[in-house]
């Protein structure tokens, strides 16, 4: 594996909403934790643009790349 993605974590004011994205290499396995929490049952409307830009902003943490190298034999 030649690179993983970084690790992210967000979060809106009071925790409102919060994303973690985790990935790891363990030998030949790699695991990817992805947690997405909403802390409140409720948002007013005038919120409506934060919220479009935290989710757009962990919809493209899934886009980012696993980079893998072939190993010659």
Request: glycine share 2%.
């Amino acid at each position: 594996m030649d690179s993983l993605p970084e690790a992210t974590s967000k979060r809106l004011a009071n925790n409102d909403l919060s994303f973690q994205y985790q990935a790891e290499s363990f030998g030949n396995v790699i695991q990817i934790n992805a947690v997405f929490a909403i802390n409140k049952r409720e948002f007013l409307p005038f919120r409506l643009a934060e919220i479009r830009t935290f989710y757009d902003e962990m919809i493209s943490s899934y886009g980012q790349q696993i980079v893998l190298k072939k190993i010659s034999r």
